[in-house]
């Protein structure tokens, strides 16, 4: 039996192919950092934010959550808002300097890097109580209580100069019962 597959039906396959691939390179850690790179490389994009955190919470969903803090705690530096005149309490991230992220605290000698489109603005974006927030609950599942509850607490106070929408409260407020009801 000789069977020949004509030209039309060998594109067909390989489009089906491909079509089957994408996913399977886009959801693994060459695909996403391929899409984080690409994002970092237009860091002052005005969609750029949004497609990060999209990316963080595909590593997140995918049992990642390191690279997805990752990505996180660098949007915070880019997206978050100028944090270098603010007092400890009301630094978003005040136990680790800048951990992770390459990055140096900004003074004197290494100043903050001028606004450029989205990046690298004064005020927080709209998105950062989101970001804050999947950083807090990451804590909070790695049992890194009062980490948790000092973003939580950003979160929640009034003169924050942060738009929490309800969802977020409505989460902040979930957590503070699940802190309060927890014994050690």
């Not at 934010?49 to 995918?62: E, R, S, V």
């Not at 003074?107 to 903050?112: E, I, L, S």
Request: charged share 25%.
């Amino acid at each position: 039996m000789d069977t020949q597959i004509s030209k039309k039906w060998k594109v067909v396959i390989a489009v089906v192919v491909a079509i089957l691939a994408f996913p399977l390179w886009a959801l693994s850690n060459s695909g996403l950092k391929f899409f984080e790179d690409k994002c970092w490389a237009n860091s002052t994009d005005d969609k750029t934010p949004a497609n990060l955190l999209k990316i963080a919470q595909t590593y997140h969903w995918t049992y990642r959550s390191g690279e997805a803090e990752r990505i996180w705690r660098l949007w915070l530096l880019h997206y978050g808002g100028d944090e270098s005149d603010k007092t400890p309490d009301k630094i978003y991230i005040s136990w680790q300097e800048m951990n992770g992220t390459g990055m140096r605290k900004w003074d004197d000698g290494n100043p903050r890097p001028e606004q450029k489109g989205a990046d690298w603005c004064k005020d927080p974006h709209p998105l950062t109580p989101r970001v804050l927030l999947n950083i807090a609950l990451l804590l909070e599942l790695n049992r890194h209580y009062p980490e948790a509850k000092h973003i939580v607490d950003i979160l929640q106070a009034e003169n924050n100069n942060l738009k929490v929408d309800i969802d977020i409260k409505t989460e902040c407020e979930a957590f503070q019962i699940r802190n309060k009801t927890r014994s050690f």
